[in-house]
């Protein structure tokens, strides 16, 4: 409009700092508002000066008091010429030294796979537009020592602009809820991780062995559930053993304890699929149900659920752990799962025992009766008995497989181990055993 030329002279003889408050109204318009587009809104950003004041929010849709810029600052606007919005069309083949048209040269973006000289794929990708706005604005803030006029910090004054940017109630929650479900995830990961069959530190080896090799028989390793644990107990963890009733009953209370964390549980590290209700009973009740191998006993074990103050019923528990001794040579794990209506059972060997199946459905049966008086229908429930587990390799360790087959079924993990993890699950129960808590 016959002022640009006037006003580039007086723009490049300007001193560094100074402010030019007689400018034309064309580039007042032009320049006293930038547009963002970013994740279903847009914001508007004050100009230098209204920052220095530290008085005007950044919010959507407000009009400024239009503002001149410092000289030294124009090159240095925190977006790249497709992202303006003025009453001016801006050619992206102008000459960097015009400055009506003067915008920073377009930067590539490396991490991210994209060129910012494709417009449509780059304004298309929202959260990359917010994280280059917010990334050029600390490095414009740095050039243009924003902070050497105030007596606050470049962190601090990128900090305020930050703070004022307002995001929509919707925008928040999203944003919350994708934190959350971030964390969620690590943490879940670190606890499964700590799960895994990863070996131990050469300090927890150490330990275990000593505990497993080097401890009197009589001498008490820990006291917890009203049970002493002795060292003759962890010896039977020693590679080529095989594992007695105490080892055995002290994992099932841990196991028991851990339940009760997992269901407790408000930081959401443990997955919502590991929180099931189960009932542990230590290996002593099918020895009861089964009269030492004469026959089905119910009047046995017909308070072992009132002790632990709980019905067997599917309303109340998804799963029964029975640790099951056979003919004093073999352990194995029985399961009644409530939830997928079945009883199951886990041999390390591989075999079946449709005897001790038949006994835990007649166990059932006879649990809803006796407190519920309810008879039970159970014409759908099946028997199962899994081929594809992990499967020994030897006579001596099927109670650490037993063991492990009830600490990974009653997470519903996935039973991910083998015959070359059993050394490690020998040292890890011997510390687990010194600690008093199962992971």
């Known amino acids: 409009d016959g002022h640009e030329p006037a006003f580039s002279q007086e723009w490049e003889d300007a001193e560094e700092g100074e402010v030019l408050d007689d400018l034309p109204s064309w580039y007042r318009e032009a320049t006293a508002s930038w547009i963002l587009p970013s994740i279903d809104t847009q914001y508007e950003l004050t100009t230098l000066q209204d920052v220095r004041r530290q008085s005007l929010p950044i919010v959507p849709s ?13 090159s240095s606007l925190p977006f790249e010429s497709h992202r303006w919005s003025s009453p001016y069309d801006i050619d992206d083949d102008h000459d960097n030294n015009d400055i009506h048209n003067s915008s920073p040269p377009k ?12 417009d449509d794929t780059h304004i298309s990708k929202s959260s990359l537009s917010t994280l280059s706005f917010l990334d050029d604005l600390s490095s414009r803030l740095s050039s243009l020592k924003v902070a050497d006029s105030l007596s606050l910090s470049e962190e601090e004054v990128y900090t305020k602009l930050v703070e004022r940017i307002v995001i929509t109630p919707e925008i928040k929650k999203q944003a919350s809820e994708i934190f959350d479900s971030l964390v969620s995830e690590l943490l879940k990961e670190n606890v499964q991780s700590s799960k895994s069959v990863s070996g131990l530190n050469e300090e927890s080896r150490d330990e275990a062995d000593r505990l497993m090799w080097n401890t009197d028989e009589l001498e008490v390793i820990k006291k ?7 060292g003759k107990d962890l010896h039977t963890l020693r590679d080529g053993e095989w594992l007695n009733d105490e080892v055995i009953n002290f994992h099932i209370k841990m196991m028991q304890e851990r339940m009760q964390r997992n269901l407790d549980d408000k930081t959401n590290c443990v997955p919502e699929a590991n929180k099931l209700r189960c009932l542990f009973f230590n290996t002593f009740f099918y020895t009861k149900l089964s009269d030492n191998g004469k026959g089905y006993k119910y009047k046995a074990v017909r308070r ?3 002790k632990q103050k709980v019905q067997v019923h ?3 528990l998804d799963k029964v752990i029975i640790p099951v001794n056979v003919g004093n040579n073999h352990w194995t794990l029985s399961v009644i799962d409530l939830k997928r209506k079945r009883f199951e059972y886990y041999d390390s060997l591989g075999h079946s025992n449709p005897r001790c199946l038949s006994y835990l459905r007649n166990y059932l049966k006879d649990e809803i009766k006796h407190y519920r008086n309810e008879d039970a229908n159970l014409d759908d429930w099946q028997d199962h008995v899994p081929s594809n587990i992990p499967q020994q390799r030897n006579g001596c360790d099927c109670g650490v497989f037993t063991t492990k087959y009830a600490d990974y079924v009653s997470e519903d ?27």
């Open 413 to 439: 993990r996935k039973l991910d181990f083998t015959q070359e993890n059993m050394p490690y699950f020998r040292r890890r129960m011997a510390l687990e055993i010194q600690n008093g808590e199962i992971l």
């Open 314 to 316: 599917p309303s109340v």
């Open 304 to 306: 072992w659920s009132k």
């Open 62 to 74: 407000i009009e400024y008091p239009k503002k001149p810029l410092q000289p030294s600052s124009l």
């Open 224 to 230: 917890k559930f009203n049970v002493d644990v002795l």
């Open 107 to 118: 930067r590539r973006i490396e991490s991210s796979g994209f060129d910012e000289e494709d």
